[in-house]
Structures are given as structure tokens and as C-alpha cells.
């Protein structure tokens, strides 16, 4: 008797390395989307801070970028009102949240404000962490 095909054993076996290869292959795509979600929010906060940083420069007026829980705005003074004008609001990517809320201030010559500096720090899910910095002289990196 001669053997076609396939019995019912072997395919189930077949199916089964598949799901298992699939399972791993998606936990590895979560934790990989994480990453980015969290990289591109740095990143995204750091244009945002230049944006801000300009905008005093350009205008001569206070410009502050405001973080809080899982967004942050960038808002500049209207010199002749005295009130901040919203300019720009983003939310963090699926999953992350600042550590703590803070204010960055620029002045017209695009210094930080004193005691409106420091680091803001993105945190997802997974406790992963990313930094972006506000030095003393304006200078915004990610760490």
C-alpha cells in the first residue's frame, strides 16, 4: 500500500511548531513596538522643546512647554494680554506617562528661565525609562 499525504499526526505537529513560533514572534513584536512608541515620544518632546525654544526667540516672549501625566502643550505669552496662547498639545504614545509633571520656561534669548530646567522623564509600561534634557544654557538632548 502505497502512502499520499499527510496523517493526522504529523499535522497537528506541523500546526503546533507554528502556533509556537508565532507566540514567540508577537511577544518579541511587543516588546519591540514599547521601544518605539517610547523612542518616537522622546524624540517628538524633543522637537517640541526646540519648537518652544524658537518661539521665544522669534516672538521675544516667555514660550512654556508643560508636561503633565500623559501629555504635555507648548504655550507662549501674549505680551499684550499677559496670558499663555496654547501653540501646540501632543500625547505621549499607547502606554507612557511622565514621571512627574514640569514646566519649561524660555526667555527671548532662548535660555531656560532659572528654575524652569531639568530633565523630563518618559516612562512605559514595563518601567523602561527615556530622558530628555533641559540644560542651564538651553542645550536639549535625550539620554
Not at 132 to 142: A, E, F, K, N
Request: charged share 20%; hydrophobic share 45%; with cysteine.
Amino acid at each position: 500500500m502505497e502512502k499520499n499525504g499527510f496523517t493526522l499526526i504529523e499535522l497537528l505537529i506541523t500546526i503546533a511548531i507554528i502556533a509556537v513560533v508565532m507566540q514567540i514572534s508577537f511577544a518579541s513584536l511587543s516588546v519591540l513596538s514599547r521601544s518605539v512608541y517610547l523612542n518616537s515620544s522622546a524624540s517628538q518632546l524633543e522637537g517640541d522643546l526646540y519648537l518652544a525654544k524658537q518661539k521665544a526667540v522669534s516672538t521675544g516672549d516667555l514660550c512654556r512647554l508643560s508636561c503633565f501625566s500623559g501629555e504635555y502643550k507648548v504655550e507662549a505669552l501674549d505680551a499684550k494680554s499677559g496670558l499663555f496662547y496654547q501653540i501646540k498639545r501632543n500625547v505621549l504614545g499607547k502606554g507612557l506617562n511622565f514621571k512627574s509633571g514640569l514646566t519649561f520656561l524660555f526667555s527671548s534669548n532662548g535660555f531656560p528661565v532659572p528654575g524652569y530646567f531639568g530633565t523630563a522623564a518618559i516612562q512605559d509600561g514595563s518601567g523602561k525609562i527615556k530622558k530628555v534634557v533641559v540644560s542651564s544654557v538651553g542645550r536639549i538632548r535625550i539620554e
